[in-house]
């Protein structure tokens, strides 16, 4: 990466930043952590841009320079230390704003990039203009950091899709995975849910005149275990585009959701309570 520290041309003023791995392939997953991390350096080194074999000296820059990695490791810090939460933290980033607070520093700003790598407008912003944007309505989940008990999370929802990426992050154990295997499982994930999007659009389009499809429609979404997201993603394009029936199909799903979704819980509910269900 070349760095021009004073944004003058000036071959004098440019430093080339070297990040050496062990790995032959890897680093490249981690294009916009490690530019992040360059364009703060840039400012740190820019101080010395008139000398810069005092570099080594200067305890701060010396510091800054050691700690390239932490773009990198965050992720295997954040996946280790909150494995309960993991589940939650993923269907939390996916669908909602996140706010956190308590920690230190470190942690705080580790949390902060495992959602920023994980979350929907990232990745979908590039691929397919998808954004899932936050309305005024939408939830503000709380995650506090405590030293006893990991995460505090105002929010316990948890989605089959989350629980089975969560595994896939932690299947292979702590002493055998690390940051590069975690993003290349987040990045397979990402195209998991791009496929599932344009899976979807076609058979929203079906959908608009055939009720089968519609039935298609939602058998799909089921097989997800991803149904919140996807419906959502859906539903922010359409009123994006002012496609006036393709957002009446979608309402008609997350309608139909909800209510399987009480119905579900309200035959728990009373399983749970020794009644029994009803056969109707």
């Known amino acids: 990466c070349l760095l021009d520290l004073e944004d003058s041309g000036d071959e004098s003023n440019k430093v080339i930043l070297c990040c050496l791995s062990k790995r032959n392939v890897g680093l490249e997953l981690f294009i916009q952590e490690l530019d992040a991390y360059a364009e703060r350096l ?97 939830e503000v989940v709380t995650i506090n950091v405590t030293e006893s008990s990991g995460l505090e999370i105002s929010s316990k929802d948890k989605s089959e899709f989350s629980e089975k990426w969560a595994e896939a992050l932690t299947s292979k154990g702590v002493s055998d995975t690390d940051s590069f295997y975690l993003k290349h499982v987040i990045e397979i994930v990402k195209l998991k849910i791009i496929q599932h999007m344009n899976v979807l659009k076609r058979l929203l389009r079906d959908a608009e005149t055939n009720y089968y499809a519609l039935y298609k429609c939602y058998s799909f979404l089921k097989s997800t275990g991803n149904i919140e997201l996807l419906l959502e993603c859906s539903m922010n394009e359409a009123r994006t585009q002012q496609e006036s029936e393709t957002l009446a199909v979608l309402l008609a799903l997350k309608e139909y959701y909800v209510q399987k979704t009480v119905s579900n819980a309200v035959q728990s509910n009373s399983t749970g309570n020794g009644a029994t269900p009803s056969t109707n």
């Open 42 to 138: 840039r400012g740190v080194l820019r101080k010395f841009s008139n000398n810069l074999m005092n570099i080594s000296q200067d305890h701060v820059t010396t510091k800054v320079l050691q700690s390239w990695t932490k773009s990198i490791s965050y992720l295997k810090n954040v996946v280790f230390k909150y494995q309960a939460d993991l589940p939650i933290l993923l269907h939390t980033t996916l669908i909602n704003e996140v706010k956190i607070s308590g920690g230190d520093e470190n942690t705080v700003w580790e949390l902060h990039q495992f959602i920023k790598a994980c979350s929907v407008d990232i990745f979908m912003k590039d691929q397919t203009s998808l954004l899932l944007d936050i309305d005024d309505d939408s």
